[in-house]
T-cell receptor
Framework: DAGITQSPRHKVTETGTPVTLRCHQT?????MYWYRQDPGHGLRLIHY???????DKGEVSDGYSVSRSKTEDFLLTLESATSSQTSVYFC??????????????FGPGTRLLVL | AQSVTQLGSHVSVSEGALVLLRCNYS??????LFWYVQYPNQGLQLLLK??????LVKGINGFEAEFKKSETSFHLTKPSAHMSDAAEYFC???????????FGKGTMLLVSP
């Protein structure tokens, strides 16, 4: 398994509370991604990073912000959590070593419940 | 922009039967295509991928997929289903810069004895 950990693995919070999810990798991969998974929607990209301090928005970025201050860590912040952000959040990494290295490797996920 | 359509949110097969999970994509550039599997309460695991070269791609656990450009399809098959194949399967396509993936909505494979 790729060396990807996510913390916390489970979290329950209240509407309006800020929440930060952490993704940590030990693979020194350049790219890191945050997805959310919801029934009937598959995985949707929230934000991604292509290097330290370099990030870009994905399909469903509203209400989320990210930061990457070092290669191994990618943080996802919900500034003021809403019930619509109840979801399972996955982090992924990829190396971009060559065109044949485009595989994304996924972490175990974080289950977030916003009450 | 890329998009992926997976036909059938649920597919049921009997153990030993052929597995066929359908994936069609739209892309304005030659795509990279992927199939991932997700077991309950786990992350996604790569089954196989097509980048360039041979259009028939073999993956783990006996799965294979064929890239058909004329049909814009990348269907996943396995000759004989096992109970352990029961999981959710996702097809994905890369974007023009090959830095992000667009996923289909997933197909849940149910295998009955």
């Amino acid at each position: 398994d790729a060396g990807i950990t996510q913390s916390p693995r489970h979290k329950v919070t209240e509407t309006g509370t800020p929440v930060t999810l952490r993704c940590h990798q030990t693979e020194n991969h350049r790219y890191m991604y945050w997805y959310r998974q919801d029934p009937g929607h598959g995985l949707r990209l929230i934000h991604y990073s292509y290097g330290v301090k370099d990030t870009d928005k994905g399909e469903v970025s509203d209400g989320y912000s990210v930061s990457r201050s070092k290669t191994e860590d990618f943080l996802l912040t919900l500034e003021s959590a809403t019930s619509s952000q109840t979801s399972v959040y996955f982090c992924a990494i990829s190396g971009r070593l060559s065109p044949n290295q485009e595989t994304q490797y996924f972490g175990p996920g974080t289950r977030l419940l916003v009450l | 922009a890329q998009s992926v359509t997976q036909l059938g949110s649920h597919v049921s097969v009997s153990e030993g039967a052929l597995v066929l999970l359908r994936c069609n994509y739209s892309s304005s550039v030659p795509p990279y295509l992927f199939w991932y599997v997700q077991y309950p309460n786990q992350g996604l695991q790569l089954l196989l991928k097509y980048t360039t070269g041979a259009t028939l791609v073999k993956g783990i656990n006996g799965f294979e997929a064929e890239f058909k450009k004329s049909e814009t399809s990348f269907h996943l098959t396995k000759p004989s289903a096992h109970m352990s194949d029961a999981a959710e399967y996702f097809c994905a396509v890369s974007d023009e810069g090959y830095s992000t993936l667009t996923f289909g909505k997933g197909t849940m494979l149910l295998v009955s004895p």
